[in-house]
Antibody
Framework: QVQLVESGGGVVQPGRSLKLSCAAS????????IHWVRQAPGKGLEWVAL????????YYADSVKDRFTVSRDNSKNTIYLQMNSLRAEDTAVYYC??????????????WGQGTLVTVSS | EIVLTQSPGTLSLSPGERATLSCRAS???????LVWYQHKPGQAPRLLIY???RRATGVPDRFSGSGSGTDFTLTISRLESEDFAVYYC??????????FGQGTKLEIK
């Protein structure tokens, strides 16, 4: 069974940085793009970022552009999300999710359990 | 950017009943790009339907998706206790952002 495990969450002060990791297993990691999605307390899902299978392309939501950076190490089967200049509104559970293409249809077919980031002084 | 509006916000039904959840897009989208997820508290979201009507692996056939253009529907034919959760539609188009609807909470009546 495909497995994605997030880590690195915690409490951080506004303006500081935090780096999340997403460790993947039980599939050929280097063949898949990976997304980050977040859910603020009491809110819905918000797409955050996508990194292609080979790291050649990266995309970000406007709300995190120029503050967050997604990267990957295919030798370690791990995705990272470097979060800088954190704000209270970045408080959320952060999920990584695998990108699936079936013909013209795309989706997020496997998700991790999430890691909680709390931005507070 | 495509905006997805889900209705109702909360749906209260009993096990055995039929559930109909709506997702309306702010402009016409390809059916290939409409996705549905189920999310239970404390768990990872689960892919249910992609391409508007194609069930993901392992999803029971009581779940079905339909629609085109701007109006899409997720139907659960006969509710079971494990189906009570929050459901999200998503537009996963050819370019970001890959927006979600605000969700429909399906609760036990």
């Amino acid at each position: 069974q495909v497995q994605l495990v997030e880590s690195g969450g915690g409490v951080v002060q506004p303006g500081r940085s935090l780096k999340l990791s997403c460790a993947a297993s039980r599939f050929t990691f280097s063949n898949y793009g990976i997304h980050w999605v977040r859910q603020a307390p009491g809110k819905g899902l918000e797409w955050v970022a996508l990194i292609w299978f080979d790291g050649s392309n990266k995309y970000y939501a406007d709300s995190v552009k120029d503050r967050f950076t997604v990267s990957r190490d295919n030798s370690k089967n791990t995705i990272y999300l470097q979060m800088n200049s954190l704000r209270a509104e970045d408080t959320a559970v952060y999920y990584c999710a695998r990108d699936l293409w079936v013909g013209e249809s795309m989706s997020f077919d496997y998700w991790g359990q999430g890691t909680l980031v709390t931005v507070s002084s | 950017e495509i905006v997805l509006t889900q209705s109702p916000g909360t749906l209260s039904l009993s096990p055995g009943e039929r559930a109909t959840l709506s997702c309306r897009a702010s402009q016409s989208v390809s059916s290939s790009h409409l996705v549905w997820y189920q999310h239970k508290p404390g768990q990872a979201p689960r892919l249910l339907i992609y391409g508007a009507s194609r069930r993901a692996t392992g999803v029971p056939d009581r779940f079905s998706g339909s629609g085109s253009g701007t109006d899409f529907t997720l139907t659960i034919s006969r509710l079971e206790s494990e189906d009570f959760a929050v459901y999200y539609c998503q537009h996963y188009g050819t370019s970001p952002p890959y927006t979600f609807g605000q969700g429909t909470k399906l609760e036990i009546k």
